[in-house]
């Protein structure tokens, strides 16, 4: 087979996935708020989601999730048998806090498990999970202030147990100049997805996805990410990632 023919099945086989999506996801709910339906013009949930395969009855953690804009979608797509876990840890609390409590205080989300650990101990049970949301983390593991340092080889080794065989990985960031590593994790909140391959790797992933859905060509990937100029619009990159255990 051609690349010509191959690429052409994966876009096909792509846009049925996100059909999948499109049929089983409400935008419009009336349990979602503006700031959420706002953000949809930028973040794509549907297409994002696609990339994942999520099925009914799946859990998902939703690693460092915030005020649960994934989580209350994914909530739709897992159905009554699925689970979100939703997690924070206490340094996110007073930037998230409100939002997720607001998100979350009627019940109606029941299949969404508001999860705060610390990201040290996670308490996630072994080959628990069917798939992870890291959504604009990957970055924080290598970010420092008063309260958040996180160990990159603990958190991705307590994934990878979690994790089951095969299981799947979402990885979306913001991103830095190729070659520049971690030179903008600490001030801009961007990372070189070149360094995030390299690293996934040596985590015992593998990248199965790349997507240009969220690019931003006008995006210079210097400013600091919540620069009015740029905040809600940078160019992110894409990765789903295998678990490639036994």
Known sequence: MNKAIRLGLIGMIIASLSTTALAQIDLNHPHRSTADKVRDVTSKPLETIALMSIQEGMTVLDLLGGSGYF?????QQLGAKGKVLLHNNKAYMPFVGKDLEARLADGSLKNVVRYDREVDQLGLAE?????VFFVMGYHDMYHVSPGWKIDDKDLMGQIKKALKPNGLMLVIDHAAPIGSKLAQAQDNHR?????????????????????????NPADTRTNLVFDP??????????????NMKE
Do not use: H
């Open 71 to 75: 989580s209350e979608l994914l909530s």
């Open 127 to 131: 080959n628990s999970l069917d798939a």
């Open 191 to 215: 990372i070189d997805e070149e360094f995030v391959k390299t690293s996934l790797k040596g985590f015992g992933f593998e990248i199965v996805k790349q997507s240009d859905l969220l690019r």
């Open 229 to 242: 100029a740029i905040r809600g619009k940078t160019d992110r990159f894409v990765f789903v990632v295998k």
